[in-house]
């Protein structure tokens, strides 16, 4: 247990990061970047999501039909994707399904594409159906902590068309509580903020692994609140990237991110 500070620029880092049309991503150095497959070397993403990736594809001998699309992009390559599906899809079309730049959840790393593997493969909508091997990635990737990001009758929520070729990485358990809840990463945000840490935590329970979730206010520019009883060993720290901290602590230490990721940092 140690006593830890955390400093208001870290509310833009983690896996729980909202990037949306209203919230931007702050670009930063020191991303780790991986292959996502070891057949699409140029498509990348940061090292956590991509060790979770493997190891949901692993499950499910996935990378057998499954491709890779699109991964990290820099801001650059956004605004490249923007403009020529401006040129050649017009602004109704762009706007549905292509982020403006800066707003993209592929400049974080922890967005991948995925597609059905075949002959030709739309870069901007890749087919990924919700039957077969697709639907078992879908189902199974919640517990490596992935989610389908943009789904239907969500539209509204998260600005972006339904998309289900996109899935974001936010980590376990919240890939389990947001399918439990049926929340997308904009409304788990705010559900969160009623599970304020240190009085109401949100407590997660399957097959013997238990966690606690609960949300903590950035206050003001300088602000620093203080977490009293931080253990490196079982807590895990993210920003949201609106106004605060989302802390997960698990009870014992090899439940941290289901048991299933394996930190380099110890
Ligand atoms: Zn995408």
């Known amino acids: 247990m140690q006593k830890i500070q955390l400093k208001r ?28 497959s070891d057949e699409a070397k140029e498509i990348l993403m940061e ?17 057998k039909d499954i491709v890779p699309v699109s991964g990290w992009r820099s801001r650059m390559e956004q605004q490249r994707i923007w403009d020529d599906s401006l040129a050649e899809n017009g602004l109704e079309f762009t706007k ?57 009758n969500k539209e509204a ?5 339904h998309e289900p070729w996109h899935f974001r990485y936010v980590g376990v358990p919240h890939a389990q509580i947001m399918k439990q809840e049926r929340l997308t990463l904009e409304e788990y945000i705010v559900f969160l903020k009623s599970h304020q840490y240190g009085i109401r935590p949100y407590i997660f329970e399957e097959q013997g692994c238990r966690a606690t979730v609960s949300y903590i206010e950035a206050e003001g520019n300088v602000t620093t609140p203080e977490l009293e009883t931080y253990n490196p060993k079982t807590d895990t720290i993210s ?10 602590s698990w009870k014992d230490e090899e439940h941290r991110n289901g048991g299933k990721y394996e930190r380099k940092d110890k």
């Open 47 to 63: 090292e956590e999501a991509v060790q979770m990736l493997h190891r949901a594809m692993m499950d499910i001998n996935g990378w």
């Open 9 to 36: 620029e870290r509310i833009y880092q983690g896996s729980l990061i909202l990037v949306n049309s209203l919230y931007e991503y702050r670009e930063r150095r020191g991303i780790r970047l991986f292959p996502a």
């Open 96 to 152: 549905t399904y292509v982020a403006v730049p800066g707003h993209s959840e592929h400049q974080t790393g922890l967005a991948i594409d995925l597609g059905l593997k075949q002959e030709k493969i739309d870069f901007i909508r890749p087919d990924f159906p919700y039957k077969g091997i697709c639907q078992t990635f879908r189902e199974r990737a919640v517990e490596y902590g992935f989610i389908e990001r943009y789904p239907k």
């Open 239 to 248: 920003g949201n990237n609106v106004d605060g901290f989302i802390v997960t």
């Open 157 to 161: 929520v998260t600005g972006i068309g």
